[in-house]
């Protein structure tokens, strides 16, 4: 076997695995989209189809590990190529996780409609942060699809804007569960939901590191630049 | 180069890997320790050391991926090897993020005892909780230096106690903010703390199930196994 041929080889697999990564994504994309609009409709049909797509969505990332194994093996990367290997192993993992975090919002959706959500729009509490992650992940999909690095850079301080979102939805749920303690067991409900949307981004920001990393060959994790400097608890 | 020669490279390049990551484990679970004692008594200098081994935790995090990647590329692993090294790669990223939920704990129990836990006894809400997560993570980290593949097994089992004691948590809180509407706050503190307890007892887990991975060649990853066939929302 020639050179060229294997790399030819390896492109023509790689090419495969992010044909599938993208697929993924997009999988969990509108896996998320549907568990918000449960959480605003209550329709008990669409949140089993976002739980049951969980499943699709864990048989991908199983697949998509096996076929990076695959490719490491036949192919025997050079160090150049292997890193973008490894970038798509941990993208893969943070896609899963998001799948799991939509149902999740799912789950607590159908439990906050069953219940009543009482005197609290919980729509409204988590509208602006629902729509900012959606784009994060949107765009960081689009990064990875592009490999485009400027976009990745821009992501990254946009999750920090998230974050704040969340700090701000809790202090305003804790005033308004001190107020009417009624409210506390819907206020909960909607806290976990604005938890995993939160979460979703902190995934959406991991994949535009990745794609700095794939691209620059630079492992900005854990950098101030990553943090957005912040010292604040993220909890 | 013999192939001999070559796989007792590649053995000695991944004990040095095994000693780095259980190094790494180590230290994670120290910081969970550490920040379980800050929650207890409140003591700002531990605390500051917790957040700053976080540091030394996500330093590791960066060189275990760089040093997993040079393996591969200069040794060439087999299949079988190979997955050993991709199993490693995701371990790393799980004892990174059991450091980020113990700097977590610490800056959560910081804020808590700044402001007063008022009449709710925090300590005695996680003591169960705490105590068997950092079971867990041992016996896991435990599992994964001696390959253990049964003791991983029963691991895997543990975790679902785990998730249940997070449920009664939350229960008995939210019970506790609506008798008493002034403990809002110092009860949400003692949420995240037993959320981020529950999320630390979720990643030992995926440590146990790459540990049976690695010995087994045999993917667990969302069987109902793994989840213990648990249907329950896991929020």
């Not at 695995?17 to 997009?26: D, E």
């Not at 991908?60 to 590990?65: A, V």
Request: a negative charge; one cysteine or more.
């Amino acid at each position: 076997m020639t050179g060229e041929h294997s790399s030819k080889q390896y492109d023509t697999d790689l090419e495969t695995i992010r044909s599938k990564v993208l697929l993924m994504g997009g999988l969990v994309e509108r896996q998320f989209q549907e568990a918000i609009n449960v959480f605003r409709n209550g329709n008990l049909d669409a949140a089993e189809r976002v739980i049951k797509d969980d499943d699709q969505v864990n048989r991908l990332e199983i697949e998509l590990d096996d076929a990076c194994s695959h490719l490491i093996v036949r192919r025997q990367p050079t160090a150049n190529d292997l890193r973008t290997v490894m970038a798509t192993i941990k993208v893969i993992t943070d896609l899963e996780r998001i799948g799991d975090e939509a149902a999740k919002i799912a789950r607590t959706a159908i439990h906050l409609h069953k219940r009543g959500a009482g005197t609290i729009d919980h729509t409204e509490t988590v509208r602006v942060i629902a729509a900012g992650a959606a784009d994060l992940l949107h765009d960081a999909l689009d990064a990875l699809a592009r490999l485009d690095e400027k976009q990745a850079m821009r992501l990254i301080a946009q999750d920090v804007v998230i974050d704040r979102d969340f700090r701000s939805i809790m202090r305003n749920l804790i005033t308004f569960m001190m107020e009417d303690p009624r409210t506390i067991s819907a206020s909960m409900d909607t806290l976990w939901v604005a938890k995993a949307i939160e979460r979703i981004g902190d995934h959406a920001k991991n994949i535009a590191e990745y794609v700095i990393y794939i691209v620059e060959g630079k492992d900005i994790r854990h950098t101030d630049y990553a943090t957005g400097q912040l010292d604040e608890s993220d909890v």
